[in-house]
């Protein structure tokens, strides 16, 4: 099975999908922000985990893409909260319209996602539903525990590991275990479905993290060092906090109360602080402990290899980006 | 049955509910809003129409509880929207907490209200939750128009009617069809619940207009005039833009244009234009247009007549009230 087979087929019901008509300026907002792309990682997660046990994925298609409308419409809220101005590249929801439709779209593409949602076997609808609550409780969660951080200069290593479980993992866990739900594996596999996809979302999370410091900068597409400029509290300046002490302690709180600085002086300064703490090191070690975490659950799923490694391979695009 | 007994069913449920704890920046603001009480009327409509059909009205009580968490969830992003500072006398969550917690702990408490709405029989969730969520959509529409609304004055009677019809009369509808739905009661019948909902609700919302210009001071919760103050859009503000003509609406559309004004006399001055146009009697004839037809719905429905009149008696209230 080529992968392109099951992207043409979310493209498709993206393009099909009627998300509502009246009024426009609560549902042109939702075809916007759905419109501006992204790698669709969390369907392409939920067809390729339904493919795994049946051939008929086809009928995971609407449900994987509530999916992500819900990502979607976390994505517009958050944008709202940190008054992010661009998203891919192009004006957020709340900067072309504002704040009052940004929420109210929102809340609709929520609706939606669960609507999108009810699109499987009726007997399979509770599990899928309940589970789709606590996971969507938890982003939220995850989303508040990373505002509280904004304003705390003790976050320990595992509390921050906690927040992006919530924040960003709970989700892809959710895209996997969604194509078990929908074939109706045993319990036990999609257990396994559901952590493989939350660890390779920590590893996936922390080296975002990593890339942000030390990625090429010909292959990262954002500005290296974007995270030390905006003093962003991500694993690695966690770490060097929880590890950094005498002169090193003070060269590095110093920059953090800095107003007035350059730019390339700052990021140069940071680098080469994380470098003497050994940061890098402990963030590939870290990253790599969950990657391998992930793949060892999927290796636990009961499979044809044909199958297993189309989700695998996929997989290990997501682990093995530069970008 | 004593309807006393439903009232103390949806309050025990209300004291054990758990929306959630950690992070409590996220928790803390549901229990505050839902604790800030309320006539718990939709919760109560579902009930006693579940209770039409079946002595096994409890089964209905985590359900109905969802509905009144959906409802308290368009009040808490509705007043981040309206700026609003108060809700039933005590600071709105946007004032007490920040508008990030309003908007995120509100988006909690959607996927808390479906979750609510899970605990009902597996062959009745599809439907109950497709008209939930179309339900739910309509509101945010109703909300949105009325926003579009603010800004323009030519705003026509049947889109005013339309714009509350989705923003709080469908909600009615739904709660009423819930209780059917929970008890299996056939789809006529369940259509004449949601009508009669609808009808009865719109009679409510234009009831509601009209005694914040005419209701009686000492029974009357508000400042009686607060609409005409603020030039809000109301049925009898519309009516009176739609009939006015020559002087009468240059002095109406004087008072609407002006910043600086004693308030009784602006209250008093556009009462006498309103008196002048017959808009009391106009919107008096529309309420009870609404009113008879939403009872005629609730005719239509075969139930045991004492169990009928447990609901009717409960609407009679609604539609009679002076506050």
Not at 70 to 84: E, Q, S
Not at 261 to 284: C, H, M, P, S, W
Request: aromatic share 8%; proline share 3%; with cysteine.
């Amino acid at each position: 099975m080529n992968p392109a087979v099951f992207i043409d087929a979310i493209q498709t019901e993206l393009q099909r999908t009627d998300y509502g008509q009246h009024p426009p300026e609560l549902y042109d907002p939702i075809r916007y922000i759905m419109s501006l792309g992204g790698k669709r990682m969390r369907p392409l997660l939920t067809l390729m985990s339904t493919y795994l046990f049946t051939d008929n994925w086809q009928r995971a298609v609407r449900p994987a893409l509530g999916v992500e409308v819900f990502h979607n419409f976390t994505l517009m809220h958050d944008d709202i909260m940190d008054r992010a101005p661009l998203r891919r590249g192009k004006p957020t929801v709340h900067e072309k319209w504002n704040d009052n439709i940004a929420i109210l779209s929102g809340d609709v593409m929520l609706v939606n996602a669960y609507d999108l949602l009810l699109d499987v076997d009726v007997d399979k609808l509770k599990s899928i539903l309940a589970r789709f609550s606590r996971t969507a409780a938890e982003v939220c969660e995850g989303q508040q525990m990373d505002m509280n951080f904004e304003t705390r200069w003790d976050v320990t290593e595992a509390e921050y590991v906690e927040m992006i479980r919530l924040k960003t993992s709970v989700l892809l866990g959710y895209a996997l275990e969604l194509g078990g739900l929908i074939a109706g594996a045993d319990a036990e596999t999609n257990r396994h479905l559901y952590e493989s996809g939350v660890n390779i979302g920590i590893g996936f999370q922390l080296k975002d993290d990593l890339l942000d410091v030390y990625g090429d900068p010909a292959k990262f597409g954002k500005q290296v060092g974007g995270d030390i400029i905006a003093n962003k509290k991500t694993f690695l300046l966690i770490e060097a906090l929880e590890k950094a002490t005498g002169p090193i302690r003070d060269e590095l709180t110093g920059w953090l109360a800095r107003t007035n600085f350059n730019k390339a002086e700052k990021v140069a300064a940071v680098t080469t602080i994380y470098d003497q703490l050994g940061i890098r090191q402990i963030t590939r070690s870290r990253i790599n402990e969950y990657f391998e975490r992930g793949f060892a659950n999927l290796e636990q799923v009961v499979a044809e290899p044909a199958r297993k490694a189309v989700l695998g391979d996929f997989a290990r695009q997501l682990v093995e980006r530069e970008s």
